[in-house]
């Protein structure tokens, strides 16, 4: 699982942006410029990256700092529900 400074560095790289453009308070759109298309793109690169799947919703992750808060949110759904299948024991023996 990645931190929030390593999101922001796979994000930066994703948009061809210094990292230090990438604040929290970095509104995608009118700060960074980035159109429907790269905002979709930047999300699904996002998602694939960090193995995290959140709603790519344009009135909600309106920031850095709110995509960053989607993928952490996503990823500890995801380490909720994980259970490694080594740790499965069957209910009745054979």
């Known amino acids: 699982m990645f ?12 948009v061809e942006l210094p ?8 509104r995608l759109a009118e ?5 429907s298309f790269e905002r979709l793109t930047l999300h699904m690169a996002m998602e694939m990256e960090c193995q995290a799947e959140f709603e790519p919703d344009d009135s909600v992750i309106t920031t850095v700092g709110r995509m960053l808060d989607a ?5 500890a759904r995801t380490a909720v529900h994980s259970v490694p299948s080594a740790t499965v ?4 023996q054979a």
């Open 89 to 92: 024991t069957p209910l009745r």
């Open 71 to 75: 993928i952490e949110a996503a990823n």
């Open 19 to 26: 990292v230090e453009r990438l604040t929290d308070q970095a």
């Open 31 to 35: 700060d960074l410029n980035l159109d």
């Open 3 to 14: 931190n929030r400074e390593e999101i922001r560095h796979l994000m930066a790289a994703q």
